[in-house]
């Protein structure tokens, strides 16, 4: 119990004083899976769209590979994410691999299916006819479907806080692509373990806390927004 | 109403945009160096001295990716990292055979430890041999933690384990973590459990864990770290200049003088000895 009253002591100290380490490894955090979001929310929302709302034979089959994919194993993307980035590797004329780049093409690419996932959902329990409807009253084809976007946006808050809450805390891709080097791509995940495995367990907690802090931190702003939206 | 929500996610995304604008680290690649090294060098803290020091005095970008050893020479194999600061003498006998370095010299050393719980169930101190100690902790069945990740670590505790003749495979007291030195520390402590572990990380640890040193000072637990310049010859994608600028700052006069005296202050003893220059036969005299 001491550890945890020294880690959360550590933690206020650490905040207050704006440890300088503290703070750039909180806002690379910030940096790099809000980047992340943001990408995925682009392409899982208009992916997502554009399923929910065409037919085409084999939806089904495209529908559940992105739902499987809602479940991506970050490790698993860190690897071949890591594979594609080496020097030796497809796109190694980059040179992206262990830079703050390279995480968030990673986190991307885990964010995008949960982000496409719950897009394809909210857009499905809409009212059938309601497209038909708005189209009748003569939008375009793209006003119709901003029109639908705009309808769901509810559930859409609720993808943007899972594809952040998934990037934010997951470790494997991080470290893998990353590297964990100091002052460049160490976030607050892949410090807490390294300092964990130095034995300073009260930095570790301190780390955790942070991350904690901060993950609930947008969430409430998003939820804060979505509440607020209910109640016109 | 409506609009104020979608302004605020407007409003979040410009604070984003801001706050990414001040990013100016991406140096160009020449001035990039992939430093593939032990987790010991890291988790004692040398390297988080070294690295600032050498980064200030020749502006090259130093990433530092902290693997075991034999993880740490497959991406020099691999052409994947430029130099190599490595501790698993055999294996980088067997790297430079194959023609994948170049110009390894020897940086510095420190030693192996053998350490286990306080009630010391096999009755592993006062040994006369590490070899001894190996073989009680067999014949007691007393829980062994290994890193088993191919590690300089690991690759000394196998040679031991030869040396012992026991065959610890497939055994139940015979645990591996395939994690970094400090976490496996922590779990032996956790576990009561036996480990070999460098004595710089061990330094670094040892207010946390509850294991205490019970055999120590053989020859065999010498650990010596060696820093190799990957072949350009055989990966031309490396970065030869920055990895001998880097490997020549390792060996030079004012690192060997900080590595001397690094830990001194925190933990009363140096973790590390510089031995640039000397032999390794002479290492441990």
């Known amino acids: 119990m001491d550890l945890i009253y020294e880690g959360i002591k550590q933690a206020i100290i650490l905040l207050i004083t704006l440890d300088p380490e503290v703070m750039r490894i909180t806002l690379l955090s910030l940096k790099v899976s809000g980047t992340a979001t943001i990408i995925s929310l682009f392409i899982g929302i208009s992916i997502g769209t554009l399923v929910a709302l065409a037919q085409f034979p084999g939806k089904q089959f495209v529908v559940s590979l992105i739902n499987t994919g809602m479940g991506l194993p970050p490790v698993v993307v860190g690897l071949f994410v890591t594979i594609f980035l080496w020097r030796s590797g497809p796109l190694g004329f980059l040179g992206m691999l262990y830079t703050p780049t390279a995480i968030i093409i990673a986190q991307s690419v885990i964010a995008t299916p949960i982000v496409m996932g719950i897009t394809l959902a909210a857009m499905q329990q809409l009212p059938k006819k309601m497209r038909l409807q708005v189209l009748a009253l003569g939008a375009t084809p793209l006003q119709s479907v901003w029109v639908l976007i705009r309808e769901a946006r509810l559930p859409l808050l609720a993808a943007v806080m899972a594809g952040f809450g998934g990037v934010i805390s997951e470790i494997g891709a991080s470290i893998m692509v990353g590297g964990n080097i100091k002052g460049y791509t160490r976030v607050l995940t892949t410090a807490t373990v390294m300092e964990a495995g130095k034995g300073n367990f009260e930095v570790a907690i301190a780390l955790s806390i942070i991350l904690l802090a901060l993950a609930y931190c947008i969430n409430y702003i998003l939820t804060h927004i979505q509440q607020r939206e209910r109640r016109f | ?285």
């Open chain 2, 1 to 285: 109403m409506k609009r104020s929500g979608i302004g605020l996610i407007t409003v979040l995304l410009f604070a984003l945009m801001v706050i990414w604008a001040p990013a100016g680290m991406a140096a160009s690649a020449e001035k990039n160096i992939i430093l593939a090294t032990t987790t010991s060098t890291q988790d004692s803290g040398l390297l988080d001295t070294l690295i600032p020091i050498f980064e200030k005095k020749t502006g090259y970008f130093v990433k530092t990716i902290a693997v075991g050893s034999g993880q740490a020479m497959a991406m020099g194999q691999k052409g994947e990292a430029d130099v190599l600061l490595v501790h698993s003498p055999a294996a980088e006998k067997k790297f430079m055979d194959g023609g994948y370095g170049v110009n390894r010299r020897l940086v510095m050393h420190n030693d192996y430890i053998v350490v286990g719980p306080a009630n010391d169930l096999a009755k592993v101190k006062g040994s006369k041999t590490t070899v001894e100690a190996f073989k009680k902790i067999a014949a007691a069945q007393a829980m062994f933690i290994s890193r088993g990740d191919n590690s300089g670590t690991h690759s000394k505790e196998k040679d031991i384990w030869k040396a012992a003749g026991v065959a610890y495979e497939g055994q139940k007291w015979y645990q591996q973590t395939g994690l970094g030195m400090g976490q496996t520390v922590n779990v032996a402590s956790e576990k009561r459990a036996y480990t070999l572990v460098d004595r710089g990380t061990y330094l670094a640890l040892k207010k946390r864990v509850d294991l205490p040193i019970l055999a120590e000072g053989d020859a065999i637990l010498l650990n010596i770290y060696h820093v190799i310049e990957v072949n350009p010859a055989k990966r031309p994608k490396v970065n030869a200049k920055g990895a001998k600028v880097f490997a020549d700052f390792m060996v030079s006069t004012e690192t060997q003088n900080i590595i001397k005296t690094f830990g001194v202050d925190k933990f009363g003893s140096p973790l590390f000895f510089p031995d640039a220059g000397k032999k390794v036969e002479d290492l441990g005299k």
